[in-house]
């Protein structure tokens, strides 16, 4: 296979081994890559990569230009460490250059500038380690490297994210390869294929599985077989049987696979297939260390224990040979007994019955007992026998139904059939031991085989398959230490999958170059066809092996020898130098080295015929089955379990192959080379994706990446093998566009001038690169060598450099001069302040010295006034002493006179003062014995008082009252304290000027008297002091009692002021006691409320849900509806009206329930209206709903005994009428029917009497209304002439009555005087005229008459006496009633006695409380009866009115025509018209016509420029007037009609968003007009006294409206369906892609997967104005349209959240637009959105709160990355993002030039650390199909339907206003 470009050569074989000896060949492995460095690439600081024994490959840095034919180069490492690079001068093989930073981390490795190894594994390094992406691309080939952690990257929201987008557009992911599959299906109508490929441990498994998950939910199945569930359940069954735990993985699949998804031609999932490849039946007999057998084994070990498998006889799983030779038997995080739990779901769900299930587990575990069977070896070494006791053969034997003594001695002998005899021989234990491990496996390999049949039959459909996607999980290439024939088959088939892949790669490059009209030619590259003839050529490895297995005494040792013999001359086939028994084979990756021991048992897979016959012979059917179905399967079912019999439909040009009779003695080598053939085939007829697994490394660890390892892998898998193809040719390519939006920089202004974009990008190249064969112009891209970009980059990168250096030293210099400026200015002033600084020290010196001078002078002045004033002091200090001596003494002189004087004085006070004192005494003891009897009476009394409950409650009430009393008291007290000491005052100073006067007369009588009167004075002045003293004593105890009583009072008070604190305090408590219960119930209270408002949403969003649960379900049903019509419809049938359909199907609406409804349903009607929080909280209703339900009962009660009486009358009855003969039954009967129609006549007057009556009282009341009208007399006559017809008819109905009276007396007569026989009329009797002559005919009659009188007098007598018992019975129930009622009163009375007085009085209030209620409830329905009668009456006398007036226009209508017949000539008279009352009258069969042309045909735009809403308007005045002539069957119609009308009109338009949004307004429309019109107080507070005479008088439409409003939700939802479907493809492109600031944002390189969007002037380019004018768009027609506000707000709120949702979810799976620019576009978009929000006057909407988490998502984009208060900062904005989303964009983010840095993995780890508090949610996507509840809130119109104009052009002319 060839493939020629220009300048490339031959590519030597990449070496998988990797020791040292081997490094330098690294980097020579790919000859087609660059071997020169250009001269811009030789300078100092270039960047390279260097082989490294640890790393693989090490980065480095020149420190040296290099020049042609210098030896070494001289590098600096990244550690800093300098070294000394040797280079070969003759190959001239450089280092690989290392790619820009800018580069680095793409998501496809060919938008790498420098492809090749180094750069490849860098790459992926970058992205898994610091960016945590698993997948990248690698041209058409997915990388998928094994995290060892589960990612939150496969969740619903993603599958949706991927589904529909191009491959290129999103990030690389599993998903976008099986979307890309999926999409190329159905567009080419082509099978797929993908293709899983890796090593053990790579993820094989988990990628495939969720490709068929995709495949699953994307292309779920039509019907409801649930085929994605059935496809998805097989993985735990396969899992469990065919994978195992290794030493690279404890999930390894030991099989492969391939599984076809077929698909019908809608594209929905309607079966499927499974193959199986080469089992690894090894394995279920041994295990190496450290591993285990297949997983179903420990399955069934953990779950032995359960009563269903007891007969199993399993123990652990460490007692059975077979699962415990790896030692461990556990696998950590993994529970055994929950995966076999899962396996068995999982069997149920693909539809195996039970009991195949535990045939399927005893078959197992028999695998298990045959394992630990003991076989004894003999003494002569060549027989072993095994115990006849031996358990586990015994179990063997029992769970497989054979014999037990047969299969014994079977699996110790062996049968030898010649031609002419039969032997049985013996076998050696060694013999014998293989031939039970072969049996073992045998067994293993057919179960394994009937379990994938059987998953296909549960899997396999009837119908036919349009097309079909297989999902091939295949073991990548392998090599061990020890290689054996599983590793040789494994090779081989990866041999033959690289094979496939270099023809697809190829041609695709072919293509891609014969598309883009580029010039190539052939080159050489690596083909792997010799190895692969090598093997399964004729004579090749497995020619030779099969050839070996037939010779008898054939030996690995043999066949070997004879590969050498054959193909020692190979290229691809080598033998080692130290083994004659193993052999080299040069694969594609590496050289394997295989061992031929082995090879031919297990080619051969021997299984002695006799074992078989015994299982083929078992009791139990499954065992039988498994044997004897291998003589009839197919190639592909082996065995081995190679793969499974179910037929599989490809499209191979290769007829089938033709079963031989001896398939079963076909080799496994000849089987699994068959088998690949057919897979290779199914591969070939399809378009084949590739998905290369990597394992990062052998230890499992999360995230860590071993170079090692991956390099290994990398060039195992062919990725390196890609690149090396794409580098020899033109990797690099971008289109013209992008080209220009990168590189204009570079661009000439004189060039930008041109408007030709492909012209200037080829003037440009020329310009830049000189070597022509270094880059191709194609017709839509520009393809560059390997390099070439990376240079380009590099000139960018200079120019901006250069730009840069340009703005740096102007900005440098502006900056100097700024400073010098600020230098300067600075000096200057400092030099001002130090000289102000020198002249205010040097005037500071001056002050300073002159103050010290005043200083000295005053201190001297101070200092001689001092000594001065103490000699003056001294001196007036003695003169003072003498003169004060002087004067004391003459003091003393008058002093002693004056106290003889004083003395005199109180000595006659004090004796008059002693006698009243003794008065006073005497008078007070008097006093208080009479006060203290009066006291002891008084407290004798209040104690008796005291013991009373009314003085204790006059005490509690009145203790505030006495509180201040003794409060005034006190006041009082203090008074008269007050006036007391003042007394006290007045009393002492009169005392001390009193002994002044004594003192002075004493003084004076001493004077006169001399000396000879001193001893009588001394001895008067000493009973003087006596008496003075005794008054002081006497003053003293008045003192103490004064100050007692004082202290007394002062304490009561101070008690009475404490207990009054104390109440004061119990009153603040209780006060705040009940200010918290107050707040607490009001915080319950708005809990409560705040609760059920998220209740209601919530229920509300629920009920939305159903809502449009139920319409898609009606869609659905209406499309199975329609397809069955076609399917049954025949060419010779007509079809049903479509309407008819509908109408049929819609038929269950409700029916109208009239208005006269009683208390109960108006009650559970307020119910409705208030909600049920508001009404739960009504007390009234409930009250009234209570009693409501209590006369109820009593009715029924009072039914129930009426019934019980009736039956007994009836029973009576029966008894009597059983003895009357049939004449009486006739009579009686008669009687009745004539009884009943007389009754009914009567009714009937009354009837008319009444209407009568209240006519009359009418027109009376008009006619005193109306009498200065000129139109009263010809009414009023008109109303008597109707009274006179009245009155007439009446009297017609009296006469009616009496003549039926009379028929009936003689019809009753003759009829007995025909049948009677001869009475007894001579009898004589007592009577006056008895003796006269009386006629027989006449007797007879009389007798009949006499007979029925009494008849009807018994009649009446008993009708008389039933209500006499009836009215009994009442009085009897009101007598129960009181008397209950009196009972409940007196428990209430008795517990209320038990009360205290305080709740007794409660009690009484409350009691009080319901009985007002009740009676308030009594008068509340009275007066609602009487206005409902008010309203009655009120409408028949509106009809009798309405049919006054149409009498009197009809006779004025007559008086015209008579008077115009009455005139000679022609005179024109003008009609005064009548009013038009706002209804249309239509007849029953223009129904369908007024549908058709209403709703059906009417386009919006017919009703441009009329009033909005017209329809709603015209259907309300047509129900309008069905409800006033009371005609409910024509609501109910024209209600369903109507429905149904509009839901056929929005199934036909379900893409129009114009009338979808017309249909809207209108039902919307036509509800609040029910509303409005409903009578309900509620909706007509804003109604005008014309608006309210419009409203429904007979019925309630209640239940139609909430089909009005489930249909608005239904509308509503597809009117978001539409605009969505609208904006969505718009979105992206728009908000992400375009650019709004030109010039803002640069185009990286990118790789093969080029971004469909990208394109120059696509189609599928947007930009925000075009969205703008699609929102504008929708704005207007609503508006237009006349579609409530509210609603408007909420449809743009719901599209401004699906914009933000489906841009940031592609922000957060698209690498290329997480930038610093994106990020500045964003906020720039959302500026203008917002504007428009607020240019619209729909900011109130709430859609800018919906647009959060995108504005921050932009704010993240450009804030800075590095520091910890960078992160606080992220922290605190991005409140409204979750912790994913945030790690994610900055995992994403991706710099646009080299002069950007990239965000490090500590700065991320630091964001997550402050992060981890956070409580969100796991989903890391936005869910864009959330739907917020819609309201519909109460619109009331302000048009009368008197004022609706209905146009002409509708031809609604059958309609008639009235």
């Known amino acids: 296979m060839w493939l020629f470009l220009n300048g490339s050569k031959r590519c030597q074989v990449m070496s998988f081994r990797f020791p040292v000896n081997t490094l330098l060949h690294l980097a020579t492995h790919c000859k087609g890559q660059?071997?020169?460095?250009?001269?811009?690439?030789?300078?100092?600081?270039?960047?390279?990569?260097?082989?490294?024994?640890?790393?693989?490959?090490?980065?480095?840095?020149?420190?040296?230009?290099?020049?042609?034919?210098?030896?070494?180069?001289?590098?600096?490492?990244?550690?800093?460490t300098i070294r000394e690079y040797p280079i070969d001068v003759q190959s001239n093989q450089l280092p690989f250059l290392r790619n820009p930073d800018i580069l680095v981390g793409e998501n496809d490795l060919t938008a790498l500038s420098y492809l090749h190894e180094p750069a490849v594994l860098h790459n992926l390094k970058v992205r898994f380690l610091e960016s945590n992406h698993i997948y990248t691309y690698c041209g058409i080939v997915l990388v998928a490297i094994n995290p060892?952690?589960?990612?939150?990257?496969?969740?619903?929201?993603?599958?949706?994210?991927?589904?529909?987008?191009?491959?290129?557009?999103?990030?690389?992911?599993?998903?976008?390869?099986?979307?890309?599959?999926?999409?190329?299906?159905?567009?080419?109508?082509?099978?797929?294929?993908?293709?899983?490929?890796?090593?053990?441990?790579a993820g094989k498994t988990v990628s495939a599985k969720y490709a068929m998950r995709y495949f699953a939910t994307v292309g779920g199945s039509a019907s409801d077989t649930n085929i994605e569930e059935k496809v998805l359940a097989s993985s735990p069954i396969m899992e469990a049987i065919g994978n195992a735990k290794t030493t690279r993985n404890d999930n390894s699949s030991r099989f492969g696979k391939y599984i076809q998804i077929g698909f019908d031609k809608r594209y929905h999932i309607i079966g499927a297939n499974m193959r199986t490849y080469l089992l690894e039946k090894s394995r279920v007999v041994f295990q190496a260390d450290d591993e285990r057998n297949y997983h179903i084994f420990y399955q069934l070990c953990a779950a032995a224990s359960l009563p269903e498998f007891k007969e199993l006889a399993l123990t652990c799983a460490e007692d059975f040979f077979y699962t415990s030779q790896g030692r461990d038997t556990c696998i950590e995080g993994v529970d055994d007994a929950?995966?076999?739990?899962?396996?068995?779901?999982?069997?149920?769900?693909?539809?195996?019955?039970?009991?195949?299930?535990?045939?399927?587990?005893?078959?197992?575990?028999?695998?298990?007992?045959?394992?630990?069977?003991?076989?004894?070896?003999?003494?002569?070494?060549?027989?072993?026998?095994?115990?006849?006791?031996?358990?586990?053969?015994?179990?063997?034997?029992?769970?497989?139904?054979?014999?037990?003594?047969?299969?014994?001695h079977w699996l110790c002998h062996r049968k030898l059939v010649t031609t002419s005899e039969t032997y049985v021989k013996t076998m050696s234990l060694q013999q014998v031991v293989n031939a039970r491990n072969a049996l073992a496996k045998h067994i293993y390999a057919q179960l394994f085989g009937w379990i994938v049949e059987h998953i296909n039959k549960a899997l396999h459909t009837p119908l036919k398959q349009h097309s079909f996607i297989g999902v091939l999980d295949i073991y990548g290439f392998e090599t061990f230490e020890v290689n054996s024939f599983e590793q040789f088959c494994i090779n081989y088939a990866n041999e033959k999958l690289q094979q496939q892949f270099n023809s697809h790669v190829f041609k695709l490059e072919q293509e891609e170059y014969m598309k883009e009209q580029i010039p190539w030619t052939l080159i050489d590259f690596y083909d792997n066809q010799p190895?692969?003839?090598l093997i399964e050529a004729k004579l090749g490895i497995l020619d030779l092996l099969d050839e070996e297995c037939k010779v008898p005494k054939g030996t690995d040792q043999n066949w070997a020898q004879k590969l050498y013999d054959r193909h020692s001359g190979s290229q691809h086939f080598q033998k080692p130098r130290m083994s004659n028994t193993a052999f080299i084979v040069v694969h594609f990756a590496d050289k394997v080295e295989y061992l031929s021991d082995g090879f031919l048992e297990k080619n051969r897979d021997t299984v002695y015929e006799e074992q078989i016959n015994i299982l083929k012979a078992s009791k139990f059917p499954l065992v039988a089955d498994l044997f004897h179905d291998d003589k009839d399967s197919v190639p592909a079912t082996t065995a081995s379990g190679k793969g499974s019999s179910s037929k599989i439909n490809i499209r191979s040009a290769r007829p089938p192959l033709k079963v031989s009779n001896k398939e079963h003695k076909k080799t496994v080598g000849h089987q699994f080379r068959t088998s690949l053939h057919l897979l290779m085939e199914t591969l070939n007829a399809t378009t084949p994706h590739y998905v290369r697994c990597i394992k990062p490394n052998d230890e499992k660890l999360p995230f860590h990446f071993d170079p090692k390892r991956a390099v290994q892998q990398l060039r195992a898998c062919g990725v390196l093998e890609t690149i090396r193809i794409s580098a020899a040719g033109y990797p690099s390519r971008w289109a013209y566009h992008d080209f220009f939006n990168r590189y204009r920089v570079l661009v000439k202004k004189r060039e930008l001038a041109n408007t030709d974009k492909k012209a200037i990008c080829r003037s440009v190249l020329e310009s830049l690169i000189k070597d022509p064969d270094k880059f191709q112009f194609g017709r839509t891209k520009i393809f560059f060598r390997a390099g070439q970009v990376a240079y380009l980059e590099k000139l960018r990168a200079d120019k901006f450099r250069a730009a840069t250096i340009m703005i740096q030293k102007t900005v440098r210099g502006w900056l100097q001069k700024v400073k010098y400026r600020r230098l300067k200015a600075t000096t200057l002033t400092l030099q001002r302040y130090c000289r102000g600084l020198l002249?205010?020290?040097?005037?500071?010196?001056?002050?300073?010295t002159r103050a010290a001078i005043m200083l000295q002078k005053q201190y001297r002045m101070r200092r001689a006034r001092l000594a001065y004033q103490r000699v003056h002091r001294a001196t007036i200090t003695i003169q003072a002493f003498t003169r004060g001596m002087f004067v004391r003494r003459m003091y003393q002189q008058v002093l002693m006179e004056h106290k003889a004087t004083i003395l005199q004085k109180h000595v006659r006070g004090w004796v008059a003062r002693r006698r009243f004192q003794r008065l006073r005494g005497a008078a007070i003891v008097i006093q208080c014995a009479f006060r203290m009897l009066k006291a002891k009476q008084e407290l004798k009394a209040l104690k008796i008082e005291a013991r009373s409950a009314e003085h204790l409650k006059r005490l509690n009430v009145g203790m505030e009252n006495k509180v201040v009393q003794l409060q005034r008291k006190i006041d009082d007290q203090n008074k008269e304290f007050k006036t007391l000491s003042e007394q006290l005052s007045a009393v002492t100073s009169t005392h001390t000027m009193e002994v002044e006067k004594l003192k002075k007369e004493l003084a004076r009588y001493q004077q006169s008297q001399g000396e000879d009167g001193s001893l009588r004075l001394q001895e008067e002045v000493e009973s003087l002091r006596a008496e003075l003293q005794r008054a002081h004593s006497e003053r003293k105890i008045l003192e103490d009692a004064h100050t007692k009583e004082k202290d007394e009072l002062r304490k009561r008070v101070a008690d009475l002021e404490e207990e009054n604190a104390l109440l004061k305090d119990e009153k603040e408590q209780l006060n705040n006691q009940i200010l918290c219960q107050v707040k607490d119930e009001s915080a319950q209270n708005s809990a409560k409320e705040n609760l059920m408002k998220r209740e209601l949403e919530e229920e509300r969003s629920?009920?939305?849900?159903?809502?449009?649960?139920?319409?898609?379900?009606?869609?659905?049903?209406?499309?199975?509806?329609?397809?069955?019509?076609?399917?049954?419809?025949?060419?010779?049938?007509?079809?049903?009206?479509s309407n008819q359909s509908s109408l049929e199907s819609d038929s269950n609406y409700p029916s109208i329930s009239t208005s006269e409804v009683g208390d109960t349903e108006d009650a559970l009607q307020q119910v409705e209206d208030i909600g049920l929080e508001k009404a739960a909280m009504d007390m009234t209703v409930f009250l009234k709903l209570q009693k409501r339900v209590r006369e109820l009962e009593q009715e029924r009660k009072k039914l129930q005994v009426q019934l019980e009486k009736r039956e007994q009358q009836d029973s009576r009855k029966v008894q009597v009428e059983q003895a009357k003969n049939d004449l009486d039954l006739d009579q009686d009967a008669d009687l009745a029917y004539n009884s009943l129609k007389r009754q009914e006549l009567e009714s009937e007057n009354k009837k008319l009497k009444n209407d009568l009556n209240e006519l009359r009282k009418a027109v009376a009341d008009q006619a005193t209304q109306n009498n200065s009208s000129h139109s009263s007399p010809d009414s009023y006559s008109l109303l008597l002439n109707q009274l006179k017809l009245a009155n007439e008819e009446l009297e017609v109905r009296k006469e009616e009555v009496l003549i039926l009276r009379t028929q009936i007396v003689s019809a009753d007569q003759r009829r007995l005087a025909g049948k009677s026989t001869e009475p007894n009329i001579n009898a004589r009797t007592s009577w006056p005229n008895s003796e006269k002559h009386v006629d027989q005919e006449d007797a007879i009659e009389a007798y009949h008459g006499v007979c029925q009188t009494n008849r009807l007098l018994e009649a009446q007598l008993q009708a008389q006496s039933r209500e006499h018992e009836e009215e009994v019975e009442g009085l009897r129930a009101q007598v129960e009633a009181l008397k209950e009622e009196l009972d409940k009163q007196q428990q209430t009375f008795c517990q209320t006695l038990l009360l205290s007085p305080e709740a007794q009085v409660e009690f009484g209030v409350q009691q009080e409380i319901s009985r007002l209620t009740n009676e308030n409830l009594d008068l509340k329905e009275l007066v609602e009866k009487l206005e409902k009668n008010e309203r009655k009456l009120k409408k028949q006398l509106k009809i009798y009115m309405k049919k006054v007036q149409d009498l009197e226009a009809a006779q004025a209508l007559a008086q015209s025509e008579r008077r115009r017949h009455e005139l000679n000539r022609q005179v024109t008279v003008q009609r005064k018209e009548k009013d038009f009352q706002g209804m249309l009258e239509y007849h029953k069969e223009d129904e369908a016509l007024l549908i058709r042309n209403l709703v059906t045909d009417l386009k919006p735009q017919a009703l441009a420029g009329t009033v909005p809403c017209l329809p709603a308007y015209i259907l309300y005045m047509c129900i309008r007037h069905a409800d006033y002539v009371n005609d409910d069957l024509k609501v109910h119609s024209l209600l369903t009609s109507t429905i149904n009308g509009i839901k056929k009109v929005l199934k036909k338009h379900n893409d129009d968003f114009e009338m979808t949004s017309f249909w809207l307004s209108n039902t919307c429309r036509l509800l609040h007009c029910l509303k409005q019109y409903s009578g309900d107080e509620g909706f007509m507070t804003q109604n005008t006294a014309k608006q309210n005479e419009h409203c429904l008088k007979n019925f309630d439409l209640t239940e139609y409206r909430q089909v009005l409003s489930d249909l608005s939700i239904q509308i509503y939802q597809q009117l978001i369906k539409i605009a969505e479907g609208v904006l969505q493809p718009m979105i992206v492109s728009a908000m992400l892609e375009n650019e709004s600031i030109q010039g803002l944002s640069g185009v990286k390189p990118t790789g093969y997967r080029k971004r469909s969007s990208s394109m120059v002037d696509g189609d599928n380019s947007y930009c925000l104005e075009a969205v703008i004018r699609q929102m504008n768009s929708f704005h207007t027609v609503m508006c237009?349209?006349?579609?409530?506000?509210?609603?408007?707000?909420?449809?743009?709120?719901?599209?401004?959240?699906?914009?933000?949702a489906v841009t940031l979810n592609n922000l957060l799976l698209r690498k290329d637009v997480c930038s610093w620019s994106t990020g500045m576009q964003l906020r720039y978009n959302i500026s203008q959105l917002e504007e428009w929000l607020r240019g619209r006057n729909l900011h109130q909407s709430g859609a800018v709160q919906t647009m959060e988490p995108l504005i921050q998502a932009a704010q993240l984009l450009q804030l800075k990355k590095k520091?910890?208060?960078?992160?606080?900062?992220?922290?605190?904005?991005?409140?409204?993002?979750?912790?994913?989303?945030?790690?994610?964009?900055?995992?994403?983010?991706?710099?646009?030039?080299?002069?950007?840095?990239?965000?490090?993995?500590?700065?991320?780890?630091?964001?997550?650390?402050?992060?981890?508090?956070r409580n969100d949610p796991q989903q890391l996507l936005l869910d864009f199909k959330h739907m917020f509840p819609v309201l519909f809130p109460f619109n009331p119109s302000s048009l009368t339907m008197d004022s609706i104009h209905i146009p002409a052009y509708l031809n609604l002319e059958f309609l008639n206003e009235v």
């Open 34 to 80: 660059k071997t020169e460095w250009s001269r811009e690439e030789n300078k100092v600081y270039t960047r390279v990569w260097i082989p490294d024994p640890d790393e693989v490959w090490r980065s480095a840095e020149l420190t040296k230009d290099y020049k042609e034919g210098d030896t070494s180069l001289q590098l600096r490492l990244e550690d800093e």
């Open 148 to 201: 060892y952690e589960q990612l939150p990257i496969y969740g619903q929201d993603v599958i949706y994210a991927y589904s529909g987008q191009n491959m290129g557009d999103m990030d690389p992911h599993i998903f976008a390869v099986a979307e890309e599959a999926y999409k190329q299906m159905a567009r080419d109508e082509k099978n797929q294929s993908i293709i899983v490929s890796g090593e053990s441990g």
């Open 338 to 408: 929950e995966d076999f739990e899962k396996t068995r779901q999982a069997f149920t769900l693909l539809g195996v019955r039970e009991s195949h299930q535990i045939s399927i587990f005893k078959i197992i575990a028999s695998i298990l007992h045959l394992g630990n069977v003991e076989i004894q070896a003999e003494r002569d070494g060549d027989s072993c026998s095994i115990s006849p006791q031996d358990e586990h053969l015994n179990s063997f034997c029992r769970l497989l139904g054979v014999e037990h003594s047969q299969m014994e």
């Open 531 to 533: 190895c692969i003839d």
């Open 839 to 848: 002249a205010r020290r040097l005037a500071e010196h001056l002050r300073r």
């Open 1102 to 1137: 629920r009920y939305q849900n159903l809502v449009k649960e139920y319409s898609r379900l009606e869609q659905r049903y209406d499309n199975l509806r329609d397809e069955m019509t076609i399917i049954k419809q025949t060419p010779g049938h007509r079809r049903n009206p």
């Open 1680 to 1700: 237009d349209q006349g579609l409530d506000p509210e609603i408007i707000l909420q449809v743009f709120k719901q599209l401004f959240y699906m914009i933000n």
């Open 1763 to 1813: 520091t910890p208060e960078d992160a606080e900062a992220i922290c605190s904005l991005c409140t409204s993002l979750s912790t994913q989303q945030i790690v994610k964009i900055l995992n994403l983010y991706t710099p646009l030039n080299e002069f950007e840095e990239r965000v490090t993995v500590a700065f991320i780890r630091t964001i997550q650390a402050q992060l981890q508090e």
